[in-house]
Structure formats: structure tokens, C-alpha cells
């Protein structure tokens, strides 16, 4: 069976650093491309980066652009997403999703298989 679990999350300082990871079972990682979305109390599911399965092309929304750096190990069968420079409008739950297309695991409504999320919450 197909499952992602994420870690990393907690409680972390304005400016401060996480690495958060998402990691595999029931499936080899390499063959899929990964997401990561975040969803803030009261707001809507949002994409925050993504990375495909192979060339490790990456995407990141404007708002974490330059802070935040998703990368994975396919050895390992797990990705990351290390955000640095936090601040408190990051604060969220953090998802990760897989799909074979780069495209959908991109995509809100097109990918297919969602960790449970970690919470992040930046607050002094």
C-alpha cells in the first residue's frame, strides 16, 4: 500500500529553520514526482513546491521562493523540504504528495496520494 509520512514540523522562532521530510512505503519513490502544499487555519490548501521524479526539475511559489529548498534521495525514498528565514504566516500543516506525472504532483486537485501532514507553526 501506497503511504507518505511527513516529519520535521514543531514549533520553531520567526527567522528560524526546518527540514521537514516526506517518506515512502509501499512504493518506490524515484518513479514518482513529489509535492508539497500547506494549508493555514481558516485558508485553503496551497501549493508550496514541487519536484519531479527524474531531472529534478523544481517549481516553488512565489511566497517561499528563496527560502525554502525542496530536494529528495531516492535512496533514502524520501524528500525534503528545508525552509529557512520562517516567518509567521508560514505557519501551517504540511503535506506532501506523490503522482507519476510532474505535473499533477504540482497540481491541488490532479495529485494522488497525500501524507497525513506535520504541523508547522513559526511564532515567538
Known amino acids: 500500500q501506497l503511504q507518505l509520512v511527513e516529519s520535521g514540523g514543531g514549533l520553531v522562532q520567526p527567522g528560524g529553520s526546518l527540514r521537514l521530510s516526506c517518506a515512502a512505503s509501499?512504493?518506490?519513490?524515484?518513479?514518482?514526482?513529489i509535492g508539497w502544499f500547506r494549508q493555514a487555519p481558516g485558508r485553503e490548501r496551497e501549493g508550496v513546491s514541487c519536484i519531479s521524479n527524474s531531472d529534478y526539475y523544481t517549481i516553488y511559489a512565489d511566497a517561499v521562493k528563496g527560502r525554502f529548498t525542496i530536494s529528495r534521495d531516492n535512496a533514502k525514498n524520501t524528500v525534503y523540504l528545508q525552509m529557512n528565514s520562517l516567518k509567521p504566516e508560514d505557519t501551517a500543516v504540511y503535506y506532501c504528495?506523490?503522482?507519476?506525472?510532474?505535473?499533477?504532483?504540482?497540481?491541488?486537485?490532479?495529485?494522488?496520494?497525500w501524507g497525513q501532514g506535520t504541523q508547522v507553526t513559526v511564532s515567538s
Open positions: 504528495a506523490a503522482d507519476r506525472s510532474y505535473p499533477a504532483a504540482c497540481s491541488l486537485s490532479h495529485v494522488n496520494h
Open positions: 509501499g512504493f518506490t519513490l524515484d518513479n514518482y514526482a
